[in-house]
Structures are given as structure tokens and as C-alpha cells.
């Protein structure tokens, strides 16, 4: 027999597809998902913003290229990136306009991307070429 996804009663009656026991769980669970993928686009907002002023601080200073482990140390999350492609054989990722090659130990050439709003039309271009 089924079992509610919210409270985890048995379903005893209606279609053997049906997830909750009754509408008020339904609800309640689906209110509970939404607020979990708030919460966490709210946390992935909040590393990505972090991320941002760490490796701007970097560049402020004209330094280019740190050690994964210093800025791991400094509270960086290298998996939270807002855009990825492979230049040659390079990694290249983005924090909002700061774009950065990152190895397993390092990160470098760390650059603001130039004229970001060109940029971002110049991407949606692109995609828009491909008719
Ligand atoms: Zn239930």
C-alpha cells in the first residue's frame, strides 16, 4: 500500500498512483518543496555573492592567480560558479563578470569581464544565430 509523502499514512483508498492521503498534505508538502527551493536559491545566492567579493577583493589588489586551498580557507565554494565553458583546455568559470581558469589547486587569470551587458547580448546572439 502507498504512503502519504507528507505524513507517511497509508493510502487506503482512490488510485494506486495517488501520493498524499488527503488535500491539506498535498498542499503542505508542496508548500514545503517551494520553500526549500527558495531556501536554496537563497543559499546559492548567498556563496555565490560571497565567492564574488572574495575574488574581488584579489582583483582590487591586481592579484591574478591564488591557491585553491587559501581561498577554500578563505570561505570560497569552487562548485558554486554562474557559468562554465572549456577555452582550449582550460576551465573557464564565472562569478557574475569575474571569469577565472581554475585547476585542482589553483585559480588564475582572473579577470571582470569587460562591457557585461554586450557580453550578454552578444550570448543571446548567438543562440539566436542558430536558426
Ligand atoms: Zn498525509
Known sequence: MPRCLECGEQIRYGRTDKKYCCEDCRNRHHNSMMKDSRAFRRRTLSILSRNYSILEEFIKFGIRSVDLSYLLQRGFVPGVVTSYRKVRKHDEYSCFDIKYIMTET???????????????????M????TL
Open 106 to 124: 589553483r585559480i588564475y587569470g582572473m579577470s571582470k569581464i569587460q562591457n557585461v551587458s554586450l557580453t550578454l547580448r552578444t550570448d543571446s
Open 126 to 129: 548567438n543562440e539566436d544565430q
